[in-house]
């Protein structure tokens, strides 16, 4: 059994072996073995989910049966929409039959509500309910759940059937999404504040990917990608680069590292637009921004911190008080919606950007540890 797999940038580790999941099938058809020997009921799978299940407990169901299906959707990505879709309904030849529901899995109830509804005017001789995976914690209790193959705790789990955005239904063992909980960060800081600084610390204590924005654009345009093209057109022209080729540069990388158990932004986003736009690319992927943390510090330590960079690195904006001051004041401007945008989604904080490296870096540790 694979140790770990990726579907759609999502993470997942082993949680059911081929194996145990066949022996759960095994209980179930032995389960209704008992009660039916002597009938010929209708089984009736519940897709897209329950067609492995269903196959596998045909072949081991050693009496007279029928099979059919219904076709139900409550999902979307990892969660539960609240609301069930009909797609593939009954056939009518049910009255006066044993009817049996063979589900993948039963979690809220939501779906089996609607299936007791859809059965009710059929006049069936009885109707049971059979799963194999069983979440009884959060089962609502409603209706009995008269077979089921193992109880399972209440986690998101694909394979043997189950997708995640209908990718994993044909991986034979199950796999739960990773119980590591991502971190996604958005770091701010006036130039010199020593956002790359902290950036490599956090990446490294965290294992998270660092995507600064200069290093998305160099990449893309040392190597001539689509983007970075487009991007370029739009600089010789002495224009901005528009917000939309730096979101879908952002997605790619997002992309490339689909094990990833976090990400820093550093340079995006810039506006309000950019921060809606960074929200909307990570709720397509369930994932979310948990905290934007600005590193304050003094315009006057910070300036006298530039010039003294500017002597090394030759970069001719680190050398020109000037310069400094109007890039302060560019990134007071822009900055300000920001942090009224993501203190109404109460994620942002601040730390004083003073002090040693290791002073910052356990300040940042405090705020990212307590997520």
Do not use: W
């Not at 820093?264 to 506006?271: A, E, K, L, Q, V």
């Amino acid at each position: 059994m694979e140790k770990s797999i990726s579907l759609l940038g999502k993470r997942f580790v082993p949680f059911l072996s081929e194996g145990e999941i066949l022996e759960a099938v095994q209980k179930v058809a032995d389960q209704v073995a008992r009660d039916y020997r002597e009938q010929t009921p209708i089984f009736v799978g519940v897709l897209n989910g329950a067609f492995m299940f269903v196959s596998d407990f045909l072949k081991r169901y050693p009496y007279p049966c029928e099979v059919t299906f219904v076709k139900l959707s409550s999902y979307r990505g990892l969660t539960s929409t609240g609301i069930v879709e009909t797609l593939l309904d009954l056939p009518d030849d049910l009255e006066g039959r044993h009817v049996i529901i063979l589900e993948d899995i039963v979690d809220t109830g939501r779906t089996l509500k609607e299936l007791v509804h859809m059965f009710s005017n059929k006049n069936v001789k009885d109707f049971r309910i059979a799963a194999l995976f069983y979440k009884s914690e959060v089962y609502n209790g409603e209706y009995p759940i008269d077979y089921f193959g193992m109880e399972i705790p209440d986690k998101f789990i694909v394979g043997y059937g189950l997708d995640y955005r209908e990718q994993g239904r044909n991986l034979r063992n199950v796999y739960q999404v990773n119980p590591q909980a991502m971190i996604n960060l958005v770091l701010f800081g006036k130039p010199g504040a020593g956002k790359g600084t902290q950036a490599a610390f956090l990446k490294e204590k965290y294992g998270l990917i660092h995507i600064s924005t200069g290093d998305v654009f160099r990449y893309n345009i040392k190597n001539g990608t689509e983007l970075g093209k487009l991007a370029q057109d739009f600089m010789d022209r002495g224009e901005l680069v528009p917000d939309e080729v730096t979101i879908k540069m952002l997605r790619d990388e997002v992309e490339r590292n689909p094990e990833a158990s976090g990400f820093i932004f550093d340079g995006f986003p810039r506006t309000t637009a950019q921060a809606e736009a960074l929200d909307h690319l990570l709720e397509s992927k369930d994932m979310r921004i948990d905290a934007t943390i600005a590193l304050e510090a003094d315009e006057e330590v910070l300036t006298a911190r530039l010039l003294e960079r500017g002597k090394v690195s030759g970069r001719t904006d680190d050398q020109d008080a000037e310069k400094i001051r109007y890039r302060f004041e560019e990134y007071n401007r822009k900055t300000a919606p920001l942090i009224s945008f993501y203190q109404a989604q109460g994620k942002f904080h601040s730390i004083n950007g003073v002090g040693d490296i290791k002073q910052i870096t356990d300040r940042l540790s405090r705020i990212i540890d307590e997520l």
